[in-house]
């Protein structure tokens, strides 16, 4: 076993769950046995802004990972990108289904996936920037999977049982992504000189967007720091100096970057065609 094998092995293992991923993490319903009512005292507006918050995240980052299909530079990443998103997929719809009962205005998971206008999605703005090349595609995941790991976390033990059980069954996806996007950070940083040269123009670009990241999930940032730093460390690359008041974004608030209109015209396009459509 390599010295960074240790690395990925280490980052996998933190959680002590074995569930490893070759063709999806597991397909047991997270909700089976669950008590979906809204527990009394929650605040119901709150619990579906979160939710809505959390499932954009999710269906925007899918949507990206969906357009590596063919584009990926070896099939068994294809494989592993596309399940990587169907990951994500999944968590979006259980999301939109809990945001929907929790908003109580009759929205289910098509309407709120298919039927909100860009300005309505509150996903970060680092999820819907488009994919660049592969090294670009590694960092922006290695980010926004030991985000979403360390804030899934923390909702395991929300007061709302369907929110805590959707974060348990992604913790469990969520370490393989995190793992699968730290084993290519190390793979191409410590590559050759043009795979590292790639790695550090992506971590250029995307290393300021962090800032938005802690700011729309206050606590992820020690968690997030000290995984980002092990892995760049083993894969012999420096972290950027910080720039965060030039990239924070305000996806949270509504306020997006050009490409998520563009995106959402792809992703919505047969649902509005056809608004019988189902999942």
Same mark, same amino acid.
């Given at each position: !076993?390599?010295?960074?094998?240790?690395?990925?092995?280490?980052?996998?293992?933190?959680h002590?769950?074995?569930? $490893?991923?070759?063709?999806?993490?597991?397909?047991?319903?997270?909700?089976?046995?669950?008590?979906?009512?809204?527990?009394?005292?929650?605040?119901?507006?709150?619990l579906?802004?979160?939710?809505?918050?959390?499932?954009?995240?999710?269906?925007?980052?899918?949507?990206?990972?969906?357009?590596?299909?063919?584009?990926?530079?070896?099939?068994?990443?294809?494989?592993?990108?596309?399940?990587?998103g169907?990951d994500l997929?999944?968590?979006? #719809?259980?999301?939109?289904?809990?945001a929907?009962?929790?908003?109580?205005?009759g929205r289910?998971?098509?309407?709120?996936?298919?039927?909100?206008?860009?300005?309505d999605? $509150?996903?970060?703005?680092?999820?819907?920037?488009?994919?660049?090349?592969?090294?670009?595609?590694? /960092?922006?995941?290695?980010?926004?999977?030991?985000?979403r790991?360390?804030?899934?976390?923390?909702?395991?033990?929300?007061?709302?049982?369907?929110?805590?059980?959707?974060? #348990?069954?992604?913790?469990?996806?969520?370490?393989?992504?995190?793992?699968?996007?730290?084993?290519?950070? /190390? $793979?191409?940083?410590?590559?050759?000189?043009?795979?590292?040269?790639? !790695?550090?123009?992506?971590?250029?670009?995307?290393?300021?967007?962090?800032?938005?990241?802690?700011?729309?999930?206050?606590?992820?940032?020690d968690?997030?720091?000290? /995984?980002?730093?092990?892995?760049?460390?083993? =894969?012999?690359?420096?972290?950027?100096?910080?720039?965060? =008041?030039?990239?924070?974004g305000?996806?949270?608030e509504?306020r997006?970057?050009?490409?998520?209109?563009?995106?959402l015209?792809?992703?919505?396009?047969?649902?509005?065609?056809?608004?019988?459509?189902?999942?």
């Open positions: !076993m390599s010295e960074d094998d240790h690395v990925y092995l280490a980052l996998a293992e933190e002590g769950d074995d569930t $490893r991923w070759a063709f999806g993490t597991g397909f047991e319903d997270p909700l089976h046995g669950v008590d979906t009512a809204l527990p009394p005292g929650l605040d119901a507006a709150e579906a802004a979160l939710c809505l918050a959390l499932a954009d995240d999710a269906l925007v980052s899918a949507q990206r990972l969906a357009e590596w299909c063919t584009r990926a530079p070896e099939l068994e990443e294809e494989v592993a990108l596309a399940n990587i169907l997929l999944g968590q979006a #719809r259980l999301l939109y289904a809990r929907g009962q929790a908003e109580g205005e289910d998971e098509d309407a709120l996936a298919y039927f909100r206008d860009p300005a999605f $509150r996903n970060v703005t680092l999820a819907e920037l488009p994919n660049g090349d592969f090294a670009h595609c590694v /960092v922006k995941q290695l980010l926004l999977s030991s985000w790991l360390a804030e899934l976390q923390q909702l395991t033990g929300h007061a709302d049982p369907v929110l805590s059980a959707v974060a #348990r069954k992604g913790v469990s996806e969520l370490t393989y992504h995190r793992d699968h996007a730290a084993q290519w950070a /190390v $793979r191409l940083g410590d590559g050759t000189e043009e795979s590292a040269r790639r !790695m550090r123009a992506a971590l250029a670009e995307l290393w300021p967007h962090r800032a938005e990241l802690y700011a729309a999930a206050p606590g992820t940032r968690e997030v720091e000290s /995984v980002l730093a092990r892995v760049l460390d083993a =894969a012999g690359l420096d972290a950027p100096a910080d720039a965060p =008041a030039q990239a924070a305000e996806g949270r509504g997006h970057t050009e490409h998520l209109t563009a995106l015209a792809e992703l919505q396009s047969v649902a509005r065609a056809d608004p019988e459509a189902t999942w």
